[in-house]
């Protein structure tokens, strides 16, 4: 078990701009993707962006992409999501997510079976 906790979701207008924190405990990065996801009410879960803990490569939703930026403070064992010039379709219920010990080019692909560990998640909503 890899206890994930999300923070930061919140309510923010149109344009503004959000930060969602995921504080991983109980393992150390090593090599593993670790995303983002999301799930808006009545539809199914996305990906929105994901990175490899082993290299630099990171990975984004077209929806996202130049808008969220995912990032990571190994100090911290955190993972953030910058969301920027948001929209009313952002809004949902954003989790966190990691692996197993994976290689780089399974994280590209912002696949749910990638992931073997979920937190609870944390609410976004974007008001027009």
């Known amino acids: 078990q890899v206890p994930l906790v999300e923070s930061g979701g919140g309510s923010v207008q149109a344009g503004g701009s959000l930060r969602i924190s995921c504080a991983v405990s109980?393992?150390?990065?090593?090599?593993?993707?670790m995303g983002w996801f999301r799930q808006a009410p009545g539809k199914q879960r996305e990906g929105v962006a994901a990175?490899?803990?082993?290299?630099?490569?990171?990975y984004y939703a077209d929806s996202v992409k130049g808008r969220f930026t995912i990032s990571r403070d190994n100090a911290k064992n955190t993972l953030y999501l910058q969301m920027n010039s948001l929209k009313p379709e952002d809004t949902a219920m954003y989790f966190c997510?990691?692996?197993?010990?994976?290689?780089?080019?399974?994280?590209?692909?912002?696949?749910?079976?990638?992931?073997?560990?979920w937190g609870q998640g944390t609410q976004v909503t974007v008001s027009s």
């Open positions: 990175l490899y803990t082993g290299g630099v490569g990171t």
């Open positions: 109980g393992y150390t990065y090593s090599t593993r993707c």
């Open positions: 997510a990691a692996s197993r010990p994976t290689i780089a080019t399974t994280c590209s692909a912002l696949a749910q079976v990638t992931y073997n560990y």
